[in-house]
């Protein structure tokens, strides 16, 4: 249970970062996550590896780095259809963190 109350607990810091337009940090956050088990076949380590991939678009963007952004934007966009394939607690917040990320995309 304190793996899952941690796993939410970085969840909830991507999403105050978003808010905050710190990306680089948001993209720390779910790297705490993601990285120790990023050579799993694993449907939520990739879709964790898309919201990282949204939060780095983010930060080119704010860098003026427009193709680079489109890019890596284009990996989220890769990972996204696995909202749908994870059996997870953590499945509503993830639908949830990425009807947000559309929303910074299409509002940047």
Not at 33 to 58: D, M, Q, T, Y
Not at 76 to 87: A, G, Q, S
Request: proline fraction near 4%; include cysteine.
């Amino acid at each position: 249970m304190i793996i899952a109350n941690i796993h939410k607990e970085l969840l909830d810091e991507f999403v105050l970062c978003l808010d905050e337009k710190r990306y680089y940090d948001a993209h720390e956050a779910l790297e705490e996550i993601w990285f120790p088990r990023r050579f799993e076949e694993n449907n939520e380590i990739h879709l964790l590896k898309g919201f990282i991939n949204a939060s780095v678009s983010f930060e080119l963007r704010k860098k003026n780095k427009l193709p680079q952004s489109k890019k890596v934007w284009k990996n989220y966009l890769k990972y996204r259809p696995l909202l749908y394939k994870v059996t997870s607690p953590h499945s509503n917040q993830y639908h949830s963190i990425s009807r947000y990320l559309e929303k910074i995309n299409t509002n940047f």
